[in-house]
């Protein structure tokens, strides 16, 4: 019987490549999902799709706690949107609560302008525990958009304060936004963070803040000096705007324009892209066998027990790890 929902491949492939909104949000559930079925549906869709795939700007954005990124990208999709006339993809992951797994999903009530355009399609997705401040199938979801005609896909991460490298491997532009006036910005700048970006936008550039954000915008500008060039050549730059008054908006968007010709013209942008397809692979790899792990019946009936007798002190991760490791590898039956 077939489980309420779920579509028949042709009518998801149909949709999607039709831009069809409903059921790219669909396809983009059944490939969430953690049915086995659905994992067999999802990877033929995955496959049909493909050769429509890989044209649009990925953008990645993060950012310090309260820095408004809602807000920003509620500002540069309706740039897109309104004065380009193009169509924007919003994947904006929301952090789950460790207990329950659950999230807010509160981004379409954050980004009031942009939810009701016709070009624009934002999508929440709960972190659900996933490193790296994105979802879990955040890089399937980037080609089902770009599938559906989007030319830009916008990933909202979590924030600083996980691992930002996996939607460093995910995108072609890595905007980091910053505040001003917060504590010593400096001193909070992360090196991890700092080597992966491509440009660092201090937001709330206006009213009162509006010299705070221009001092903080050279500090930070001589401080990215001091970090090795990078191999493709680009220099990120550092820039000011306000997502509530709308300035600095279009500046912020040509500079990824201009990013994105330098990454062309020396082919930097296929050798990105071509890391990033083996990095991908490798995690699916490294999720796949995490699962069978799991699903392992000797793993399974031991699992629970070696993780309380950690717990209690009772063994070593070490001494656990190795049991489990070698029940795993004794076939089952």
């Known amino acids: 019987m077939k489980r309420r929902g779920r579509l028949p491949l042709e009518r998801y492939i149909e949709g999607v490549l039709a831009g069809d909104r409903v059921v790219l949000a669909r396809a983009i559930t059944l490939i969430e ?3 086995p079925a659905d994992g067999d549906l999802s990877a033929c869709l995955l496959d049909a799709i493909l050769p429509h ?10 950012g310090v706690p309260g820095v ?49 355009e016709e070009k624009a399609f934002i999508r929440p997705s709960a972190a659900r525990g996933h490193l790296g401040g994105v979802a879990r199938r955040t890089r399937e979801t980037i080609l089902l958009c770009e ?22 491997s995910m995108t072609d532009f890595f905007l980091l936004l910053m505040l001003a006036g917060a504590g010593d910005e400096l001193q909070g700048m992360k090196r991890g963070i700092i080597e992966m970006i491509d440009a660092m936008a201090i937001n709330k550039a206006d009213g009162a803040n509006r010299q705070k954000a221009e001092r903080a915008r050279v500090e930070f500008s001589s401080a990215l000096h001091l970090f090795p060039a990078p ?10 705007c ?13 500079t990824i324009l201009r990013h994105r010709a330098h990454m062309q013209e020396g082919g930097y942008l296929e050798r990105l ?10 995690e699916l790899i490294a999720l796949g066998l995490e699962d069978s792990f799991r699903r392992h019946a000797g793993v399974a009936g031991r699992l629970a027990n070696l993780e309380e007798a950690v717990r209690r002190g009772q063994t070593t991760p070490f001494a656990a790890s190795r049991e489990l490791l070698e029940l795993f590898r004794t076939k089952e039956g």
């Open 33 to 35: 999902s953690d049915l």
């Open 53 to 62: 795939t890989g044209h649009s700007r990925r953008v990645g954005i993060t």
């Open 68 to 116: 408004g990124k809602s807000t920003f990208i509620d500002a540069l999709g309706m740039h897109l949107v309104r004065e380009r006339g193009e169509r924007v993809a919003v994947l904006s992951v929301d952090p789950s609560s460790p207990i329950s797994q659950g999230s807010i999903l509160g981004d379409k009530t954050r980004m009031e302008r942009l939810s009701v």
């Open 147 to 168: 599938a559906a005609g989007f030319e830009n896909v916008l990933v909202e991460t979590v924030g600083v304060g996980q691992s930002e490298t996996a939607v460093r």
């Open 231 to 240: 191999a493709d050549g680009w220099l990120p730059p550092v820039v000011t």
């Open 242 to 254: 306000s997502a509530i008054e709308g300035t600095g908006i279009t500046d912020i968007w040509e």
């Open 273 to 282: 892209r071509s890391r990033q397809a083996l990095e991908w692979m490798r």
